[in-house]
């Protein structure tokens, strides 16, 4: 079983940027890529981000595509989300996951996602 925690949301201002951090603990072997989604009051969770842990092919909703980037660190077991130019549409609570699907670009389908993170406040101030 894999444990996730986020970490770094906060809030900010509009145009600002934020660092969201996952550790992943348990059994990290049993995963092939970790995301990011999120999800406003009465929207549905989307995706955002995710890598693959292996060879670091990342995919990226075109709605942050210029603006967030995704990183991991092997050594920490931890997968970071870097948000600059921050809009007030990016206030969500924001959720680390973790899949054992193998693809060579990660899914963003948030159903094949195995392990969740409890989730942490991004809100952006206009």
């Known amino acids: 079983q894999v444990h996730l925690v986020e970490s770094g949301g906060g809030l900010v201002q509009a145009g600002g940027s934020l660092r969201l951090s996952c550790a992943a603990s348990?059994?990290?072997?049993?995963?092939?890529?970790m995301g990011w989604f999120r999800q406003a009051p009465g929207k549905e969770r989307e995706f955002v981000a995710a890598?693959?842990?292996?060879?670091?092919?990342?995919a990226i909703a075109h709605s942050v595509l210029d603006r967030f980037t995704i990183s991991r660190d092997n050594a920490k077991n931890t997968v970071d989300l870097q948000m600059t130019s921050l809009k007030p549409e990016d206030t969500a609570v924001y959720y680390c996951?973790?899949?054992?699907?193998?693809?060579?670009?990660?899914?963003?389908?948030?159903?094949?996602?195995?392990?969740w993170g409890q989730g942490t406040q991004v809100t952006v101030s206009s």
């Open positions: 996951a973790s899949t054992s699907q193998v693809a060579a670009t990660p899914t963003p389908y948030a159903s094949a996602y195995d392990a």
């Open positions: 890598i693959n842990w292996g060879d670091s092919n990342t």
């Open positions: 348990g059994r990290t072997l049993d995963f092939y890529a």
